[in-house]
């Protein structure tokens, strides 16, 4: 696998050229629920799980996590790392999820990075491929609950994206922040059925996402760019 090899002057230095691509791309981009990121209890491990629509999905989580404050890192397919190997400097490290042995090995270095420093933060797309927002039913892989399952202790919060043309040539990015929830396993953890949760949980974020563009209810948005 290819692991993670994060670089903090190579952050900062993308962290203004990312900005600078969201303003030429985009004509704005939007945040509902930035106060929830407040709650995160930062001595914990925090899992992030996301819809995964678009390829610039992985741009707006760095924009996420530079607003929250946030060490994190994300999981990506190896295919496209392999294509996008700076992203390594900024905290992606590969997965196969095809493979169940390699995506194990993916799954254990996760565990190994969140135990080394608990306040690390992790995005993970559990759909595993680029899908349509309203692709129903959203099925997820169980990578995210076999973390959680050997972490014993971590926070989790969903996170949707949508892209959306309004009132210009140019589209807006929409971003809705869910609940942040603590987890700690029992001995009836059941990962198949939290793993179906997390799926319903983003489903329904989603849902409230496009009536919320849809009906341009903005008021609960922070416009970040």
């Not at 420093?117 to 997820?140: C, H, K, T, Y």
């Not at 849902?207 to 922070?222: H, M, P, Q, R, V």
């Amino acid at each position: 696998m290819l692991t993670a090899n994060k670089n903090m002057w190579f952050e900062n230095i993308f962290a203004v050229y990312n900005k600078n691509l969201f303003k030429r791309r985009f004509q704005a981009f939007r945040v509902s629920g930035l106060a929830e990121m407040e709650k995160i209890n930062r001595g914990l491990p925090l899992l992030i799980y996301a819809n995964h629509s678009s390829w610039w999905d992985g741009l707006a989580a760095f924009e996420i996590s530079r607003l929250a404050a946030l060490d994190a890192f994300i999981m990506m397919e190896e295919k496209h790392l392999k294509k996008l190997f700076l992203f390594r400097r900024l905290g992606a490290f590969s997965i196969v999820r095809e493979n169940p042995r390699r995506a194990m090995e993916s799954i254990r270095y996760a565990v190994e990075i969140l135990t080394k420093n608990p306040a690390r933060s992790l995005w993970i797309f559990p759909q595993g491929e680029i899908l349509p927002n309203d692709a129903r039913p959203i099925v997820f892989y169980n990578g995210l609950s076999r973390i959680i399952e050997k972490l014993r202790r971590v926070q989790t919060v969903p996170i949707a994206f949508r892209y959306e043309f309004l009132n210009d040539f140019k589209p807006e990015v929409f971003v809705k922040i869910g609940k942040v929830e603590l987890i700690v396993p029992d001995e009836k953890f059941d990962s198949r059925k939290m793993t179906v949760n997390f799926a319903e949980n983003l489903t329904v974020l989603l849902d409230e996402l496009k009536t919320d563009i849809a009906g341009k209810n903005f008021s609960n948005y922070t416009q970040i760019i």
